[in-house]
């Protein structure tokens, strides 16, 4: 049986990213903390009564007011 050719071990320098190809790394903002549970807390209680104090929505008042805070909404 014929034997493969060994390939020669590449050697790369760190932070060189040839012309052709394009750094495959996501671009994201400066790190933004987390809304902190009162703050959480202050925006589902404002939903709870923007919607008439209708019981029974805690979930999703709260779960609407951590997205409004983060920005996904």
Known sequence: MAETPKRRPT???PGKV???VKDSRPVRGPAVPPPSEE???R???ELY???GEEPSH???DW???ERELRGNE
Request: aromatic fraction near 4%.
């Open 11 to 13: 050697t790369k320098r």
């Open 18 to 20: 040839p012309g052709n």
């Open 39 to 41: 703050e959480v807390r």
């Open 43 to 45: 925006r589902a209680y």
């Open 58 to 60: 805690e979930l999703d």
């Open 49 to 51: 009564r923007e919607r």
């Open 63 to 65: 779960t609407r007011a």
